[in-house]
């Protein structure tokens, strides 16, 4: 059992930053590749970036690529996600969640998921 939280979303103008952290406990953090997705009203639940166990490889959807950079702190037990440039277009609940399958974009794979964020972002 993993338990995740999510922290660091709220009101933005657009062209500005969040920096939103995601903290673990539980199983063991670093046996767990890590994902973001987000979900606006009355749409479905999409991928945003994802980070492998040691944080040597991340990947994001092209909606964000080069805006976020995902990272993670073993140590800390804890994963980032830096926005940058926010757009209107981003505003959602931003969720991390835990896999212990390998690099996945699918909502499916990962076992485990925090209770959200809320990211708004004002144009």
């Known amino acids: 059992q993993v338990q995740l939280a999510e922290s660091g979303g709220g009101l933005v103008q657009a062209g500005g930053s969040l920096r939103l952290s995601c903290a673990a406990s539980?199983?063991?953090?670093?046996?767990?590749?890590m994902g973001w997705f987000r979900q606006a009203p009355g749409k479905e639940r999409e991928f945003v970036a994802s980070?492998?166990?040691?944080?040597?490889?991340?990947y994001y959807a092209d909606s964000v690529k080069g805006r976020f950079t995902t990272s993670r702190d073993n140590a800390k037990n804890t994963v980032y996600l830096q926005m940058n440039s926010l757009k209107p277009e981003d505003t959602a609940v931003y969720y991390c969640?835990?896999?212990?399958?390998?690099?996945?974009?699918?909502?499916?794979?990962?076992?485990?998921w925090g209770q959200g964020t809320q990211v708004t972002v004002s144009s």
């Open positions: 980070i492998t166990r040691s944080g040597g490889r991340t």
């Open positions: 539980g199983r063991t953090f670093s046996n767990y590749n």
């Open positions: 969640a835990a896999t212990l399958a390998d690099y996945s974009r699918q909502v499916p794979s990962y076992k485990y």
